[in-house]
T-cell receptor, first 112, second 115 residues
Framework: SQQGEEDPQALSIQEGENATMNCSYK?????LQWYRQNSGRGLVHLIL?????REKHSGRLRVTLDTSKKSSSLLITASRAADTASYFC????????????FGTGTRLKVLA | EADIYQTPRYLVIGTGKKITLECSQT?????MYWYQQDPGMELHLIHY???????EKGDLSSESTVSRIRTEHFPLTLESARPSHTSQYLC??????????????FGNGTRLTVT
């Protein structure tokens, strides 16, 4: 199974509501990152949280990390139609390599 | 948007053809990566490089090959394309050979269809 698995797989909300996505992983990590992908495009980096951090904010984004549960959550507050995209978590490991392992993604649809 | 470019954007070719997908970045990043992604699915790492003359296979078995002769250029080649190679190929780069906490910068991908 995947190193990172997102939950839910798909989420549909109304504009103005908050969206929460979760990511679980299996091995020890150095950092965890969240990315957004618009349909047919590459991924865009949103936020990075290090393994010794518990919470991080960037604009309308809030990320938490619980290394004891090997999980992270991404909260988007006051969502907009432009937030419609797929969101992926990616983990950077402590294995001595610089590979990033991506999760299965959450497809978010924000209805206007 | 990051300065990483992939060409072509779309490619439709017949079975058995040799193709090269181009990826270039102007940020001077040491690390570069190729990911394969089927529509709506997760990304799978197929190749990566830590710098010039360094290439490694990723976690997903791939019949493609890569080269890294220049820092800015990381092309991916399929010697004989097959319909199973139909997918989206994403190139990415990140800075700092010894930096674990550097984000990936992605190109917009090449969508390959093999008929």
């Amino acid at each position: 199974s995947q190193q990172g698995e997102e939950d839910p797989q798909a989420l549909s909300i109304q504009e103005g509501e908050n969206a929460t996505m979760n990511c679980s992983y299996k091995t020890s990590i150095n950092n965890l990152q969240w990315y957004r992908q618009n349909s047919g495009r590459g991924l865009v980096h949103l936020i990075l949280i290090r393994s010794n951090e518990r919470e991080k904010h960037s604009g309308r984004l809030r990320v938490t990390l619980d290394t004891s549960k090997k999980s992270s959550s991404l909260l988007i507050t006051a969502s907009r139609a432009a937030d419609t995209a797929s969101y992926f978590c990616a983990t950077g490991t402590n294995s001595g390599t610089y590979k990033y392992i991506f999760g299965t993604g959450t497809r978010l649809k924000v209805l206007a | 948007e990051a300065d990483i470019y992939q060409t072509p954007r779309y490619l439709v070719i017949g079975t058995g053809k040799k193709i090269t997908l181009e990826c270039s970045q102007t940020m001077g990043h040491d690390k570069m990566y190729w990911y394969q992604q089927d529509p709506g699915m997760e990304l799978h790492l197929i190749h990566y490089s830590y710098g010039v003359n360094s290439t490694e296979k990723g976690d997903l078995s791939s019949e493609s090959t890569v080269s890294r002769i220049r820092t800015e250029h990381f092309p991916l080649t399929l010697e004989s394309a097959r319909p199973s190679h139909t997918s989206q190929y994403l190139c990415a780069s990140s800075m700092g050979l010894r930096q674990y906490n550097s984000p990936l910068h992605f190109g917009n991908g090449t969508r390959l269809t093999v008929t």
